[in-house]
Nanobody
Framework: VQLQASGGGLAQAGGSLRLSCAAS????????MAWYRQAPGKQRDLVAA???????NYADSVKGRFTISRDNAKNTMYLQMNSLKPEDTAVYYC????????????????WGQGTLVTVSS
């Protein structure tokens, strides 16, 4: 199983970007999907998470600006980021808690490689 994040880039303050994270491989089920971010010199923090029942939670710093969603048929999740601020600049990582098809009893966390988001003022 591999996760591939994409969609990062350079945006101006007030602009928008949309991140995607697709899981590939033989997957039985995906439980929680989440986005984290890590700014230079800082720890990796949770940005948003969405359950299999599509309940979403957000960090206070992004509430009202970011929207997390998922497409279960495609094993993909998205992060729509609007009204971007310079402090949103970070490497964004996706994480999925899932069961591989060949190990149904084994739910584990899988991480994507990260995609850089840079917001200029």
């Amino acid at each position: 199983v591999q996760l591939q994040a994409s969609g990062g880039g350079l945006a101006q303050a007030g602009g928008s970007l949309r991140l995607s994270c697709a899981a590939s491989g033989s997957i039985f089920s995906i439980n929680v999907m989440a986005w984290y971010r890590q700014a230079p010199g800082k720890q990796r923090d949770l940005v948003a998470a969405i359950t299999s029942g599509t309940t979403a939670n957000y960090a206070d710093s992004v509430k009202g600006r970011f929207t997390i969603s998922r497409d279960n048929a495609k094993n993909t999740m998205y992060l729509q980021m609007n009204s971007l601020k310079p402090e949103d600049t970070a490497v964004y990582y996706c994480k999925m808690t899932l069961r591989p098809a060949h190990r149904l009893w084994d739910e584990n966390e899988y991480w994507g490689q990260g995609t850089l988001v840079t917001v200029s003022s």
